[in-house]
């Protein structure tokens, strides 16, 4: 499986960007896909923030609180592509984000890391003041 992510860049504090994760070499429909971020200077997995996750029909999502209302997650399962549009950016929001695919065929879409075990190499957003 290979997951290929997008769209990152440099923006000014209230702007947006949208960020694409295309995935390759399994049944996309399949899986529910997630969004995490890591800060500067954090290396582990682990520490990677949950921020958005949505269901492998695209009917459920769920966000994490400080970004609810500012960001969307959707997908496009006839293009195998997951989809963060990021509004209103703060700088807090500054980070490397990451898509992840769900480890189970229909699994439940999740906060948790711990299940995800497909990961893309990142692309970076970063807010200015």
């Known amino acids: 499986v290979q997951l290929v992510e997008s769209g990152g860049g440099t923006v000014q504090a209230g702007g947006s960007l949208r960020l694409s994760c295309v995935s390759s070499g399994r049944a996309f429909s399949d899986y529910a896909m997630g969004w995490f971020r890591q800060a500067p200077g954090e290396q582990r997995e682990r520490d990677r923030e949950?921020?958005?996750?949505?269901?492998?029909?695209?009917?459920?999502?769920y966000y994490k609180k400080s970004v609810e209302g500012r960001f969307t997650i959707s997908r496009d399962n006839a293009k195998n592509t997951v989809y963060l549009q990021m509004n209103s950016l703060k700088p807090e929001d500054t980070a490397v984000y990451y898509c992840?695919?769900?480890?189970?065929?229909?699994?439940?879409?999740?906060?948790?890391?711990?299940?995800?075990?497909?990961w893309g190499r990142g692309t970076q957003v970063t807010v200015s003041s």
């Open positions: 992840a695919q769900h480890r189970a065929i229909g699994g439940t879409s999740s906060s948790s890391s711990y299940t995800y075990d497909y």
């Open positions: 949950f921020v958005a996750t949505i269901s492998y029909t695209g009917s459920n999502t």
